[in-house]
């Protein structure tokens, strides 16, 4: 079994920055891919970054340019640098890890809040 734990979202103001991390701890193998998706008040899931075990990444066209995911895999973990946030940052954000055949995985989800 898997699990996903996050830290780091909160409340901040239009401009500021804040970095989500998610740390995985099971059984982890590769290949995989880890990474954010972001579910605003009344709206869908979406994807945010996700990122490659061998560290290829992808983003929404809404967040390049802002925001910069990252991972350590000795530690299973990912991360989210966010600069630059816009109150339609504004959501509930959940971590990923997305192993193929051998399963996906959902983190609990960390708020984050952008005030205008």
């Known amino acids: 079994q898997v699990q996903l734990v996050e830290s780091g979202g909160g409340l901040v103001q239009a401009g500021g920055s804040l970095r989500l991390s998610c740390a995985a701890s099971?059984?982890?193998?590769?290949?995989?891919?880890m990474g954010w998706y972001r579910q605003p008040p009344g709206t869908q899931r979406e994807l945010v970054a996700t990122?490659?075990?061998?560290?290829?990444?992808n983003y929404a066209d809404s967040v390049k340019g802002r925001f910069t995911i990252s991972r350590d895999n000795a530690k299973n973990t990912v991360y989210l640098q966010m600069n630059s946030l816009k109150p339609e940052d504004t959501a509930v954000y959940y971590c990923?890890?997305?192993?193929?055949?051998?399963?996906?995985?959902w983190g609990q989800g960390t708020q984050v809040t952008v005030s205008s």
């Open positions: 990122m490659t075990n061998r560290g290829t990444t």
């Open positions: 990923n890890l997305n192993q193929f055949f051998r399963g996906g995985y």
């Open positions: 099971g059984s982890i193998f590769s290949p995989n891919v």
